[in-house]
């Protein structure tokens, strides 16, 4: 079955850059059907969808309004996985991060979540 | 952006008992594009319920989805031990994912 697995550090420092990247098993992130997602989750903001990037002849990204300044999303097709980059983090960035698949009209497969907390 | 509303905020039942849970769009979603995910501490949500009313793969028959347009509906038959988590609405629309704010079902 399809699996993510992700990495990356849990305490960045405000101004620098959030990074994680998130391993595929079980499916391809050039796959024709599936959408890779990041999503994050807090107390104060609750589920919130980051942006996606997917493969339909080429490569395509949507991003959040409230990131989509700050927001990179690289897909790799070498190593089967993506990653989400979020520059000029700030405290309000704390969360719990999740990269997901969806499927067009569902988001299936979820990773376990990293807490990524922002502080000094 | 679609807001997505979901109503209560928490609901307080005892095991056996029937669950409605109920999301409100700002305006009209795709069927296709509503779905149900469970929560429960500690853990990442899983999908339960998408095109509104199909359940996921290994979903029990007590879950059930409804709804159209701008008002939908999660149903839990009769409450199991298990089920008492935090449940959210999903839609999709314009690119965006968007999710409610949840609902918590907890033991009374």
């Known amino acids: 079955q399809v699996q993510l697995q992700q990495s990356g550090p849990g305490l960045v420092k405000p101004s620098q850059t959030l990074s994680l990247t998130c391993a595929i098993s079980g499916d391809s992130v050039s796959s024709n059907s599936a959408a890779w997602n990041w999503i994050r989750q807090s107390p104060s903001r609750g589920l919130e969808w980051l942006g996606r990037?997917?493969?339909?002849?080429?490569?395509?990204?949507d991003y959040a309004v409230s990131v989509k300044s700050r927001i990179i999303i690289n897909p790799d097709t070498s190593k089967n996985q993506f990653s989400l980059q979020l520059n000029s983090v700030t405290p309000e960035d704390t969360a719990v991060y999740y990269c997901?698949?969806?499927?067009?009209?569902?988001?299936?497969?979820w990773g376990k979540g990293t807490t990524v907390t922002v502080s000094s | 952006e679609i807001l997505l509303t979901q109503s209560p905020g928490t609901l307080s039942l005892s095991p056996g008992e029937r669950a409605t849970l109920s999301c409100r769009a700002s305006q009209s979603v795709s069927s296709s594009y509503l779905a149900w995910f469970q929560q429960k501490p500690g853990q990442a949500p899983r999908l339960l319920i998408y095109g509104a009313s199909r359940r996921a793969t290994g979903i029990p028959d007590r879950f059930s989805g409804s709804g159209s347009g701008t008002d939908f509906t999660l149903t839990i038959s009769r409450l199991e031990p298990e089920d008492f988590a935090v449940y959210y609405c999903?839609?999709?629309?314009?690119?965006?994912?968007?999710f409610g704010q949840g609902t918590k079902v907890e033991i009374k």
């Open positions: 990037t997917y493969y339909r002849s080429n490569w395509h990204y």
């Open positions: 999903q839609q999709y629309g314009s690119s965006t994912w968007t």
């Open positions: 997901t698949r969806d499927e067009v009209t569902y988001m299936d497969v």
